[in-house]
Each structure stands twice: as structure tokens, then as C-alpha cells.
């Protein structure tokens, strides 16, 4: 990262239908090409489709999904004396609401042959009951870290 940067978040606006920075974060990693219009579309299109299915509040929804996509601990590579280890790391409150978007878009993305507003809203529920993708990706870093828990002396 240069010297100069300059972090982007105080320019994060809240989302026009549910005043949330989150959903907004969402949008965002949902955006190809700067149509944003369309990325709102396909997520609110998502979100309805969930609230049919599950009878709550948007906003709780999507917060527990990702709540249940994030990792708390991850390996990262460590080089000592010649060997690279992948040392387990507890990740940071940021860093794992952006890695579990990311999975949750990208599992979405990964399935085929239903519109992406119907594959993202699948992702969503499954990822709120605990299932799907996602969780299943988070599962393997965390079981990756437990493996590698006897290189933890490491992390200095």
C-alpha cells in the first residue's frame, strides 16, 4: 500500500432503499463495468426474494448471512529460515465482512442457469441458515488454521 493512500470509506453512502452501508458494500462488490443501477437492481430483487422466504427484517437478514460467511481466522505466509508456513492469524472485523461478501458473491456468481438476482438470493438464505457455499469456504480456512495451529508460535 503507498504511503499516500488515502482510505475511501468516509465517501461510502448509504443505500437508497435501506440506509445502510452494508447493502452499499454489497452493491459494490456486485458492480461490473460501473453499472451501478443494475447492481442495485439484481440485490434488491435478491433481498425481496429472501424476505418472501424468510419472514424478517431485510436488514438482520443480510447481517447474519454475512455474519455466518466471515472468517475469523485465517492462514497467511509466513518465511522463516528458508520454509514458508501458513501461519493461523485472526483476521480483522474489515477485512473478514469483505472476505465474506466476496465469497457470497462469488458463490453466487459461480452458479449457472437462473438469473443472478435468484442465485444471489440463494447464496443469502442458504449462507443465513448456515449452509451454501460460502459458509462451506469459511469452514475450510477455519479447518485450514486448525491444521496449521502448531506454526502459531509464528505470528510476531
Not at 452494508?22 to 443501477?37: E, Q
Not at 497467511?76 to 493461523?88: K, W
Not at 473478514?96 to 458473491?105: E, H, K, M, P
Request: glycine share 6%; proline share 4%; charged share 30%.
Amino acid at each position: 500500500m503507498p504511503r499516500s493512500y488515502k482510505s475511501t470509506a468516509v465517501y461510502l453512502k448509504p443505500d437508497p432503499r435501506y440506509g445502510s452501508k452494508l447493502c452499499s458494500k454489497i452493491i459494490n462488490a456486485i458492480m461490473l463495468d460501473g453499472k451501478k443501477s443494475t447492481a442495485q437492481k439484481i440485490f434488491y430483487d435478491a433481498m425481496n426474494i429472501v424476505v418472501e422466504k424468510v419472514q424478517g427484517e431485510p436488514l438482520e437478514i443480510i447481517t447474519a448471512a454475512i455474519d455466518n460467511s466471515s472468517p475469523r481466522v485465517e492462514v497467511r505466509s509466513r518465511r522463516v529460515g528458508g520454509a514458508t508456513y501458513q501461519v493461523p492469524r485472526e483476521v480483522q472485523r474489515k477485512r473478514a465482512q469483505s472476505l465474506g461478501i466476496r465469497w457470497l458473491i462469488d458463490a453466487a456468481r459461480a452458479k449457472r442457469g437462473k438469473p443472478m438476482a435468484r442465485r444471489l438470493a440463494e447464496e443469502i438464505f442458504d449462507a443465513y441458515n448456515g449452509q451454501g457455499a460460502a459458509v462451506t469456504k469459511r469452514e475450510n480456512v477455519h479447518k485450514m488454521a486448525d491444521a496449521n495451529s502448531a506454526y502459531s508460535h509464528f505470528s510476531w
